[in-house]
């Protein structure tokens, strides 16, 4: 599925990941922590923060708020 989205989608969805690992690890929380926090699984939780899959809004809502950030500060530019 990723090989049907352009380039710039991909680099977006690695950037989101990579927003949410640095913060995650930031705060000294594990992929596991962090899933319980947001009862999303832990392997979706890998999968958003390797860029290798589109985080749905509930989850965007969810993480942010375990993380303590906006959804904005996550998805901006």
Known sequence: M???LPPWILDHRR??????RDRR???????????HR??????TI???EGG???ARISHL???AA????TVADLVQQ
């Open 61 to 63: 809502w969810r993480i």
């Open 15 to 20: 950037t989101l990941g990579d927003r949410i």
């Open 2 to 4: 990723s090989a049907d």
């Open 52 to 54: 290798r899959s589109d």
């Open 66 to 69: 375990a993380l303590d950030i």
């Open 46 to 48: 890998q999968r958003i």
């Open 38 to 43: 947001t009862e999303i699984s832990r392997d």
């Open 25 to 35: 690890m930031h705060q000294n929380l594990t992929q596991e922590q962090l899933a």
